[in-house]
């Protein structure tokens, strides 16, 4: 179901955890802790072929940068914010 309805499964997830949506409290801290739904969600997400696609050319501008400053790409250090389950860090 995630792969045809993205967030399928938190929306399951919510009345388990008693979330009340759009309200942060004890029961939203708990359903980002223990729920299974937001690793279908990301994963689901991140296999998109335009997402990877923008990995891509993630990858593409990083190689432009070391090539133009003569840079070893093994040496850079790249901070990631919000790479779901961490496929697109991996990949970088």
């Given amino acids: 179901m995630e792969g045809m309805n993205l967030g ?3 929306l399951q997830d919510i009345p388990v955890f008693q979330v009340t949506p759009h309200h942060y409290d004890e029961h939203m ?3 980002y802790r223990e729920s299974y739904g937001f690793i279908f969600e ?8 335009a ?6 050319s993630a990858l593409n501008r990083i190689s432009l940068y070391t090539e133009k400053w003569g840079l070893d ?9 919000g790479d779901g389950s961490g496929n697109q860090g ?3």
């Fill in 29 to 31: 801290e708990q359903l």
């Fill in 51 to 56: 997402r990877q696609k923008w990995t891509e």
């Fill in 8 to 10: 399928w499964n938190v």
């Fill in 42 to 49: 990301t994963l689901v997400f991140w296999i998109n072929p």
């Fill in 90 to 92: 991996k990949r970088i």
């Fill in 73 to 81: 790409p093994k040496q850079i250090k790249i901070l990631m914010l």
